[in-house]
């Protein structure tokens, strides 16, 4: 069964910088694109940062040239580094990846991790 563990959220003051990252296990017969969704109170899950089995990016207007998503292919890994956090950075961010099974290699479905909370204190 497929896993998307994520870690390394947290509580940091405005302009300091976190790093999460998002395993993927569990029957896995390829990646493609993977990201990082967030979901602020009252508010919608957003896009933040998206990347593709290749190495292209996306991201969200309000984080370019602070976060930087990455991917190890090996590991079936994915990584948000976010400098010069923001107090609207706060939110539960949310891993996602399109992949296949190995029961199913002809199917890409969307799997999401449980969310880590990130708060930015002013």
């Known amino acids: 069964q497929v896993q998307l563990v994520e870690s390394g959220g947290g509580l940091v003051q405005a302009g300091g910088s976190l790093r999460l990252s998002c395993a993927a296990s569990g029957g896995i017969f390829s990646i493609n694109a993977m990201g990082w969704y967030r979901q602020a109170p009252g508010k919608k899950r957003e896009l933040v940062a998206a990347?593709?089995?290749?190495?292209?990016?996306n991201y969200a207007d309000s984080v370019k040239g602070r976060f930087t998503i990455s991917r190890d292919n090996a590991k079936n890994t994915v990584y948000l580094q976010m400098n010069s956090l923001k107090p609207e950075d706060t939110a539960v961010y949310y891993c996602?990846?399109?992949?296949?099974?190995?029961?199913?290699?002809?199917?890409?479905?969307?799997?999401w991790g449980q969310g880590t909370q990130v708060t930015v204190s002013s």
């Open positions: 996602n990846a399109a992949l296949t099974t190995l029961t199913n290699k002809w199917k890409t479905d969307d799997y």
């Open positions: 990347i593709t089995s290749g190495g292209s990016t």
